[in-house]
């Protein structure tokens, strides 16, 4: 699990430390308040666990190729150049940091000329031994067939996560005696309000399989196509609560009818009460308000809320952290709604008064 993140002249942040909730956090902030960037440059330096996972014996020098390789391909930056990441203007250097509950750590920096990362700090960094999960904003159900092979040979304009998220939804199922029963739970309640499961026949081929019938997935309806992309991860056990890494979700609400959300809200507070960190970005009310109305303290649930935001000078982004819904600010998303009504009453006051 993440602990801290900190970020210093890099993209949009100045100097920005963010200590995570090791069960649900979500991030809100207004449009380029750096919310995916955020999500982001933490999944990226959490690739060298999988690295060293494998090979123990990688070099310093190994390790900054990789990890470099991995953030260009995330952030795909102008001329495909690190330093085009450093924030405009800044004349120190860029840092990235990230502190993991095991005391494990690893820390980058870089300047605007960079070519590559270089390492700073891999405290303990091999003995994690766990895969990071990005569910990116838009669906993949619908064009994974062909995704990956496409991706390597031209280069498609997706970053990363759109391939790293194929590649996992093609990992054949775990064996059944091996789901996690939340698992299994969440699988369930997934196929009954889909009304049927997506069936991976592999090479990126998906169908949508009811008792009578077998459908296209493009067929389906994209909310559902989410669904069935966050029941094929736990299928796979790449998530997997109490042994996969951080999970990452850009949006989930994306595409999403509002009533499908209590039941996502559900799913992941189940996944976090069992070990399973969730580090989501969002900007829809219903989401939000969900986790607030669902939490149970009594299963020691917890939901730490972060608003990024600008401060005095527009060009840095600051966050504000609280465990209390009540107490988020700014918040844009209630800010919007709350203008709505506002504006309501003063319709309805009008026609009053005529």
Known sequence: ???????????????????????????????????????????????????????????????????TAKMLRLF??????????????????????????????????????????????RANYNKLQFEAVFIPTKEVLSFMKGFNSLYEKYGLSFDQTYQDICLLLDLPEIRPETLHE???????????????????????????KTEDTEYSANSIAEGFRKAGLLSRLLETGAIQPGVSGPLFWDEPESNMNPMLMKLFVQILLELSRNGQQIILATHDYALI???????????????????????????????????????????????????LIDKEIERDMRGLGK
């Open 76 to 121: 795909m930056p102008l001329d495909n150049k690190i330093g085009k990441m450093h924030r405009q203007g800044a004349t120190d250097q860029a840092y990235l940091s990230v502190l993991f509950s095991g005391g494990q750590k690893i820390a980058v920096t870089f300047y605007n000329n960079s070519k590559a990362l270089a390492l700073q700090n």
């Open 289 to 339: 308000k969900w986790f607030d109305l669902l939490m149970d303290k009594g299963k020691n649930d917890h939901v730490r809320f972060h608003s990024l935001y600008r401060g005095a000078d527009a060009s840095e982004i600051k966050v504000a952290s609280t465990d209390d819904y009540l107490k988020i600010a700014p918040n844009p998303i209630d800010e919007a709604f709350g203008f």
């Open 1 to 67: 699990m993440i602990e801290r993140l900190e970020f210093r002249n890099f993209t949009v942040f100045s100097s920005m430390s963010m200590d995570l909730s090791p069960k649900i956090n979500v991030v809100i902030g207004e449009n380029n308040s750096g919310k995916t960037h955020l999500l982001k440059a933490a999944y990226g330096l959490c690739f060298g666990s999988p690295l060293l996972k494998n090979k123990p014996e990688t070099s310093d020098v190994e390790l900054e190729a990789a990890l």
């Open 182 to 208: 939340k698992s299994k739970w969440a699988m369930a309640e997934i196929e009954d309000i889909c009304g049927g499961r997506f069936v991976f026949h592999g090479g990126g081929k998906v169908t949508f």
